[in-house]
């Protein structure tokens, strides 16, 4: 049955003291209920702007394979830089020009979106590249501006196809096999309030849970959307507004929320350009925040994508600071 998920986040206010010390802070929601949730804690950064070993230029997704290894991709710099989750740099791995999305399979093959070109590129542990697919079209198995990936715990991919306002699932070795999604503001559509050719619309970046249920962020109209692994619409949340809760704040012409990604609990979290990271269940019900605009350790400039780790720890790319950000979650 489809359900839009309903709720009042301004009274859902999160102390940013509570946040960045580790206290606990009770989360009070429309029915009444309240639920503990205790805050991230931060626990490192690295990172500054640069083209040299572990530094960035427009860092946007991250990705983690089984041995605990994180892969960055840079927009500007046209690579991945691996590290350890220590913040210690491992390698580079040349790619293709303008990088996004990013994903690690079971396998360990690294699947890194091509975001001008339309290119999914497919590389082995030590960088070596096993093939590609895509290309820029709007044909099934092509792309406008691809961004975000998510593999499946089928192995499969889900990738964020922003300009054609889609979704496309794919086999790990590139062979398409569904789509969903168009240009419109109602369920299961993206980006209708935004002019069609702006990436902006989304989906920007999409995440799967353990049921390989599929969620997307969309910048223009601020939501969240949940589908069923075979694309049919479940639920959506989330508004511009700036309320906690909200993923708006900014200019018209950068909106929105960015990335998403879940934790071992199936909470979801969400950053966006109103350099907030916020934490909701699996309903889009809003739990807290982490960030607000800063440079300081647990502030943000344009958060970009997120990962957990084998221990539960949260990184975020904070793109606009050129660093990573790492964070202890209970």
Not at 26 to 48: D, I, M, N
Not at 153 to 179: P, W
Request: charged share 20%.
């Amino acid at each position: 049955m489809k359900e839009t998920s309903q709720q009042n986040p301004t009274t859902l206010l999160t102390r940013r003291s509570l946040l960045l010390s580790g206290g606990l802070s009770l989360c009070s929601f429309a029915g009444g209920a309240e639920t503990a949730v205790t805050p991230p804690r931060f626990v490192k950064q690295w990172g500054r702007r640069g083209k040299g070993e572990g530094e960035f230029d427009i860092l946007i997704a991250i990705a983690i394979n089984r041995k605990d290894e994180l892969f960055v991709t840079e927009f500007r710099n046209n690579r991945v830089q691996k590290f350890d989750t220590e913040g210690r740099f491992l390698a580079t791995i040349p790619v293709g020009e303008y990088p996004g999305g990013i994903a690690v399979d079971r396998e360990g093959r690294i699947y890194v979106a091509h975001m001008m070109s339309g290119i999914i590129g497919v590389y082995d542990e030590k960088g070596a590249n096993l093939h590609e697919f895509g290309g820029m079209g709007r044909e099934p198995g092509q792309f406008e501006q691809p961004g975000g990936i998510a593999v499946a715990n089928s192995g499969t991919l889900y990738i964020a196809d922003q300009v054609n306002r889609r979704v496309q699932h794919f086999t790990a070795e590139g062979k398409f096999l569904r789509m969903w999604g168009e240009y419109g503001v109602e369920p299961g559509q993206f980006g209708g309030n935004e002019n069609r050719a702006n990436r902006t619309g989304g989906p920007q970046f999409v995440a799967v849970d353990r049921h390989d249920n599929v969620y997307t962020t969309e910048g223009s109209v601020g939501r969240v959307q949940k589908f069923t692994p075979e694309g049919d619409y479940r639920l959506s949340w989330g508004d511009n507004g700036t309320q906690p809760g909200g993923f708006g704040g900014r200019a018209r012409n950068l909106p929105g929320p960015i990335a998403i990604t879940l934790d071992k609990r199936g909470r979801v979290w969400v950053s966006a350009t109103n350099h907030w990271v916020q934490e909701f269940t699996g309903d889009g019900k809003y739990l807290q925040r982490i960030g607000g605009a800063g440079d300081q350790p647990g502030q943000f400039k344009t958060p970009h994508g997120m990962v957990f780790d084998s221990k539960g720890c949260l990184y975020v790319c904070d793109s606009q600071n050129a660093r990573v950000q790492k964070f202890a979650i209970s």
